[in-house]
């Protein structure tokens, strides 16, 4: 069964910051993109940031550009999302998601903050910043 388990969250101060883990289980991370995703309060889903299996791309929203980085450690079948500088409006439910097997699950494609674009879901890890 495959699954994707968030960890790392919790209650942070403005500029302080966090490292989110996401981990596979029931596949291998190796030939897939991942992608992180963020639910405010009363706000839809947005893509954060999304890094590729095939030549270790990354990309990453305008908001968080510069703040966050996003990496892999494929021996250990994680992602990571280390978050940086963070402010207020970075609070939300943090979600890892992976695309359904296809020719280009190792890509992150030009629509991949598009919830639509992925299938699997983790359970999401909470992030609050506040003071």
């Known amino acids: 069964q495959l699954q994707l388990v968030e960890s790392g969250g919790g209650l942070v101060q403005p500029g302080g910051s966090l490292r989110l883990s996401c981990a596979a289980s029931?596949?291998?991370?190796?030939?897939?993109?991942i992608g992180w995703f963020r639910q405010a309060p009363g706000k839809e889903r947005e893509g954060v940031s999304c890094?590729?299996?095939?030549?270790?791309?990354?990309y990453y929203a305008d908001s968080v550009k510069g703040r966050f980085t996003i990496s892999r450690d494929n021996a250990k079948n994680t992602v990571y999302l280390q978050m940086n500088s963070l402010k207020p409006e970075d609070t939300a439910v943090y979600y890892c998601?992976?695309?359904?097997?296809?020719?280009?699950?190792?890509?992150?494609?030009?629509?991949?903050?598009?919830?639509?674009?992925?299938?699997?879901w983790g359970q999401g890890t909470h992030v609050t910043v506040s003071s």
């Open positions: 029931g596949f291998t991370l190796d030939y897939k993109a």
């Open positions: 890094i590729s299996s095939s030549d270790g791309s990354t």
């Open positions: 998601a992976a695309p359904l097997i296809s020719a280009v699950e190792g890509m992150c494609v030009m629509t991949w903050t598009e919830s639509k674009e992925w299938t699997y």
